[in-house]
């Protein structure tokens, strides 16, 4: 028995050596024609060998093939083919495959270069390449017993050319390694690769652990890590990013799972879970994402944006249309609510129908939609902006512009001047604004305008910004306060580099009443009667540039009476107006001067000249309302300095002529209730008509201490001034070096001589 089995193993030596030595001489580059139609038929494409296919049989069992190419099934065009190889190289243990067990010592593909294509009808050229779950296995190997210790691929590239998305992925460099590989069994995956997609270049490193089911046709990538550089992106972004998470695939239900992963940027991170499904032409992708992030003024060029950023939405895209429903972002104290949004990505548009921004105070509602985002955007939208001062000015000190402003020019200043009057309460009145915005190929429309507060409004039909020529339009507004009607137009210029703003303005005529109740400013009372029927209009032009406005040619129109500006300018920064001419014209008077004031919006100070040509007083007076009861024929003309504080006023070097008078010396006063004038002045002669005063007329109060004028032309005034003759002439009575004090009471002017 014994004896029987040695020569039984010396036969199966026998044959094995035969075995061997019919493999050794065997030469298989006889049967590549065989081999080519065998791949034919089995997969429906063809194969061409190009290099010599070499077999080696110790210390393993081993091939290389050289060049060779795998094409396109026959209803694709042939080139691109499927797959070109510059080499593989296989090495197999002899004894274990004489025992049915493939055990692949070293399996290496060099210079592979792969090419998937999918057509707008869904169909690709590597489905039929993969065997069905179903089908049925080798009769002679199985599966199960394949062992892959080791996996190279190298020097690749990977082309993805979606014809449905019209899109193109390209993977360079492509490396892959691989520990043992044994279905049912876990092994190390290290992928590096750069990405290219328009115009993102991106280096991809991959490492996993690859965990697999063969009879659920289930794979497991479990602790998989994945970090990107940017090697070029059509805008700045920070890098490296970090993927990490678990991602599950399964082939027989065509889905994969990606489960509690982890995107980490340098000062942001995103969270949450995908679910990719590909059993149709088109795959559809569902899941949640949040985002995260700290340190924003590091992303984006805004100091006030420093605080944090939380996004969440739920997301469903078939790759036509990106959905994200439930859509919150919260930045600082900003936060804005979408419902859905939806972005077509092969017609490249993006649709907002309903969304919601919460901002201190102030609420925007609308819709927008965004065509082209990435190439040449196209945006419109319909605003509607709720609001009020108190929350439209913490708004404001958000923004970066905010630090830059003189603190004297704030906006909580000016609005503080003004005290929003008319309003129920000036702090928290409701601001609503509607509008229609327009951009595209950089310029910027809104039309039709309308901002409300609490029934007063401003309107502008139409508003152009193009950002290429850097200039601003206006067409028309028009604004409605409290009964008044102001409209113009506006033209801006150069508002990136160095802001240049021009145009027009016309107020139509309002009362001084409406003006008062506007302005917050108290009037004096009993002003004269012409100041109070008469209507006030006003117009001119403006220029605004290096935080200078000047008012071009402005006009003031009260009645019969003009004033006319040649230029007015004032300087932001310092806080300086200057006008460089003036003109007060009216029945019988034209009054001339220049002047500047300094500290506008806080105690402003204030001096000029003044120059009165030769008027008389008497059609003045009369004009305005109050003719004088005197038959003096007055004639009056001067030059002075003026200068004053706040509502203080005073008349330096004044040179008055008066008839055939001249009268030097100062006047001031005081604009508050009831109007202050005081004067010193000298006069060097006055002759005054024996007719002059009608001496029956009862009103008049003569007393040994002096004479009483009722002067109700001055009731509004509180004069108290002495008046220093050089020569008096009353009637046929001459006297030398007279002085009289001036007194207002009672509506009365007090004349009586002083003593020296």
């Known amino acids: 028995m014994k004896k029987g089995l040695q020569i039984i193993g010396l036969l199966c030596t026998l044959t094995l050596l035969t075995v061997l030595t019919w493999l050794a001489k065997l030469d298989l580059n006889y049967y590549q ?53 510059a080499n593989a190289q296989i090495r197999i243990s ?18 592979v270069i792969l090419h998937l294509v999918r057509q707008t009808d869904g169909s690709n050229n590597w489905d039929p390449l993969f065997p069905s779950p179903t089908s049925a296995s080798p009769s002679y190997f199985s599966l199960e017993d394949l062992t892959l210790n080791h996996l190279i691929i190298q020097d690749s590239q990977v082309t993805w050319t979606d014809q449905l998305l019209d899109q193109q992925f390209n993977l360079h460099h492509f490396s892959l390694n691989t520990g043992p590989l044994r279905l049912g ?29 063969p009879q659920h046709t289930l794979y497991h990538l479990s602790d998989f890590t994945l970090t990107t550089e940017l090697l070029n992106t059509p805008f700045p972004l920070p890098h490296p990013w970090k993927l990490q998470g678990d991602l599950k695939l399964n082939f027989a239900q065509s889905t994969f799972q990606l489960t509690e992963f982890n995107l980490q940027f340098p000062t942001a991170q995103i969270a949450g879970h995908l ?42 895209s078939n790759f036509k249309i990106l959905t994200l429903n439930n859509f919150s972002l919260q930045l600082d104290e900003h936060h804005l609510t979408v419902p859905r949004i939806e972005w077509h990505l092969t017609q490249d548009f993006l649709t907002v129908p309903n969304f919601n921004l919460h901002s201190l105070g102030n609420q925007l509602l609308g819709q927008f939609t965004l065509q082209h985002p990435f190439t040449i955007p196209h945006f419109t939208a319909q605003l509607q902006w709720l609001s009020s001062p108190q929350a439209l000015l913490s708004l404001a000190a958000t923004l970066p512009f905010s630090q830059q402003l003189p603190k004297q020019f704030s906006i909580k200043t000016g609005l503080g001047m003004a005290n929003l009057p008319g309003l129920s309460n000036p702090e928290t009145a409701l601001l609503r604004m509607e509008t229609q915005v327009d951009f595209a190929k950089n310029i910027l429309q809104f039309k039709e305008f309308n901002l409300n507060v609490e029934g007063q409004t401003l309107t502008i039909p ?15 507004y028009t604004l409605n306060w409290l009964g008044i009607h102001l409209n113009g137009q506006l033209t801006g210029q150069q508002f990136s580099t160095n802001p240049q703003l021009t145009g027009q303005w016309r107020l139509a005529p309002v009362n001084l009443s409406i003006l008062e109740r506007i302005t917050g400013l108290t009037l004096p009372q009993q002003l004269p009667a012409f100041l ?38 004032f300087n932001f920064q310092q806080d300086k107006l200057n006008l460089s001419g003036f003109k007060l014209a009216g029945p019988g008077l034209t009054l001339l001067g220049q002047g500047k004031v300094q500290g506008m919006f806080e105690r402003p100070s204030w001096q000029g000249l003044l120059e009165l040509q030769p008027c008389d007083l008497q059609a003045v007076f009369r004009e305005i309302g ?23 006023w005073k008349f330096d070097n004044l040179v008055m002529h008066l008839n055939d008078s001249t009268v030097k010396g100062e006047i001031h006063g005081d604009l508050a209730q009831p109007l202050d004038l005081n004067f010193q002045l000298a006069m060097d002669k006055w002759q005054m008509a024996s007719n002059s005063l009608d001496k029956s007329d009862r009103s008049l109060g003569l007393t040994s201490s002096g004479i009483s004028l009722p002067i109700k032309e001055l009731q509004a005034l509180r004069i108290n001034g002495e008046v220093k003759i050089g020569e008096l002439k009353l009637s046929i009575l001459t ?3 007279v002085r009289l004090q001036l007194l207002t009471e009672h509506g009365r002017l007090k004349i009586s001589p002083k003593l020296r």
């Not at 750069?194 to 697999?212: D, G, K, P, R, S």
């Not at 508003?463 to 200039?471: A, K």
């Open 275 to 316: 679910h990719w499904q590909s059993r149709s032409q088109l795959p559809s992708i569902s899941g949640h994402l949040q985002v995260q992030t700290q340190a924003l003024s590091s992303l984006f060029p805004f100091p006030t944006f420093s605080k944090s950023l939380n996004l969440i939405t739920d997301l469903q």
């Open 626 to 648: 109050y003719p004088i009861s005197w038959q003096l024929p007055l004639s009056l003309n001067f030059k002075t300095e003026i200068r004053g504080q706040g509502l203080e």
């Open 735 to 737: 006297m030398k070096e």
């Open 33 to 85: 024609t065989e081999i080519q139609n065998w791949v034919q038929q089995t997969t429906g494409r063809p194969l061409h060998l190009k290099g010599n296919l070499e077999l080696h049989l110790f210390p393993w069992l081993g091939l290389n093939t050289g060049p060779f190419t795998l094409g396109n099934p026959p209803h694709l065009a042939p080139s691109p083919p499927l797959l070109q190889v």
């Open 532 to 569: 109070v029927i008469n209507p006030l209009s006003l117009q001119g032009k403006f220029h605004f540039q290096n935080g200078q406005l000047s008012l071009l040619h402005p006009q003031i129109q009260l009645g019969n009476w003009q004033l006319s500006v040649s230029q007015g300018e």
């Open 94 to 111: 002899l004894w274990p495959f004489l025992l049915k067990q493939i055990k692949i010592e070293h399996f290496q593909l060099t210079g």
């Open 185 to 213: 069994q876990s092994t190390q995956i290290v992928l590096n690769t750069q990405l290219t997609w328009q115009q993102w270049q991106v280096q991809l490193n991959f490492n996993t652990l690859l965990h697999n089911f």
């Open 462 to 476: 139409n508003l152009t910004i193009n950002f290429d020529r850097s200039n601003l339009k206006i067409d028309s």
